[in-house]
């Protein structure tokens, strides 16, 4: 079988593209890790309709995302944040992930299981993890956009199996309990405010458990009809 030169362009670039999700991904747990907040906010596409749903709730739009790594978060540089911050590590590992882009070359879709262990100092924003480690097992799926030639995240969920510190026996925890959620965030209500970082309640996340169904796609039309570009 022959294939055209046009055919063998298009593989190629649905393999950079691969590759530079997976590089975007890779970023996003090492600058989480580090708590530098700022650098992940400019992995996000600077769009209103940008949507992080986290486990406690859901920021909208490219405002939404500053607001929660660089405000509920706290950045690094931010002297307050960083005092919370001091003696934490928040390791995160990407595994068995799947990954899709459209034929068109401008959106994609990644979903993965994520692995890692979260290291707590004495400043921690809840006294339950206080001088803590812990065991962090979670998934996440994310959409990816093209904007100017650059694969940003576009939309992005998380939702946790299990989050217990290490001197707890994993045949002694049970089903995560989850967060207490929230429909929307805004300026007066952040779902994370200083000292009460995890609510621990017993609310389901806002949408469904367990790794999403992801099959090949021509355009995000095809997969979200009137949410695309």
Known sequence: MILSLEKVNVAYEIEQAVTDVRKTMDKFSQYYATFDMKKITELWALREDDLYAAPWGCYDGIEGVRRCFLADYGDRSDPAAAERQKGCVMIRTVD???IFVAEDIQTAQIACRVWGTDIFGENVWDEFYKNKSCNVSMNM????????GVWKIWHMREWTNWHHPHDI?????????????????SED????APGRFYERGYSEPPYPQGLPMLRPYKTFD?????LGR
């Open 169 to 185: 026996p994993a045949t002694k925890v049970g089903r995560y309990p989850g967060f207490v959620l929230k429909e929307k965030t």
């Open 189 to 192: 209500t952040p779902p994370i």
């Open 141 to 148: 799926a994310a959409d990816l956009i093209r904007e100017d």
């Open 96 to 98: 068995s992930e799947l």
């Open 222 to 226: 095809d997969i979200a009809p009137g």
